[in-house]
C-alpha cells in the first residue's frame, strides 16, 4: 500500500516558493539566502523519501523483481513524462529554443552536465534538478530491490559519505549540477525511509535529539553570513545543512509523534499550501 502524507504537499510548496523567490527577486539579495537552493533540496530529500519507501514496499511484495521493476518504472513514466515532454514541445515549437544539443539534453535528461559548459535558455534553466532526479531514479530502484535487506542500510549510509566525499575531494567542481553531489540529500530522505519502516523507534529518538537540527540552523545562519566570501564553497556545505533541516521536517510530516511543534504542525496542515 502506498502511503500518502498531506503535510508533504506543503513542504512541496514551500520549496516551490523558494524556488520561485530566487529566480525572481533581485539576485544580488537573494543569492546570499541561498532560498533557491534550499528548495531544491528539500525537493531532493523529499523524493529520496518517498521513492524508497515505495521501493521498500515492493521489496517486501511478493512480486518477481522484473515486474517490481516495471511497476515502479510505469508509475513514474505516467507521473512525469507527459508533463514534461509538454512543456519541451511549447520550448521547442512555441518558443523557438531550437539549439539541438540543449534540446537533446533536456529529452534524455543529461541538461545538468550540459548547463555546466555552456550558456543556456532562460526556459530550460530549472531542468538540472528534474535531470538529476531522474538519474537518480535510474539507479536507486536497482539498488533497494537486488541488495540483500541486511546491507541496504550501509548502503544508504554509503551514498551519503560517498556525496560528502565529493565535495571535498573535487571543490573546483560545481557540485550544484553534478549528480553524486545530490545523493546526500537523497540518501538522507532514503534513510528516513529506512527507520520509518524498519525502525521507528530510533527514528523517533533522533527525531527528539535536536542537537543536528540545532547545528543545521547555525550553519545555515554562518553561511548566510559569510557568503560574501565564497559562494560556491558555501553554497555546496549548505546544502548538507538544509538536507539535515529537511529530514526534521519528514518527521513532522510523516510520523504523529514527530518532532514539531504546534504552529509548525498548524502551518503545514493549513489547506493554502497544499
Known sequence: MIMYYHRI???RCFAVLGVLFSHF??????????IGTAGVDLFFVISGFLITEILFRYKDSDNTVCNKLKLFYGRRLLRIFPIYYFYLFLVVFVFKVQDIKQVLSAVFYLFNFYEMNKDISPLLIHIWSLSIEEQFYL???FLILFIPQKNILKVIIFIIFFSLSAKILLPHVNHKLLTVSSFEAFGIGALFAYLKIYDTSTLKKYLRYKLPLIAAISTYGSIVLLSTYNITILDNWFRVSISIVSFYLLGVSVIPSGNGNQKINSLLDNKLFM
Open 25 to 34: 527577486f533581485n539576485q544580488n539579495i537573494t543569492k546570499h539566502l541561498f
Open 9 to 11: 504537499d506543503s513542504l
Open 139 to 141: 539507479i536507486w530502484p
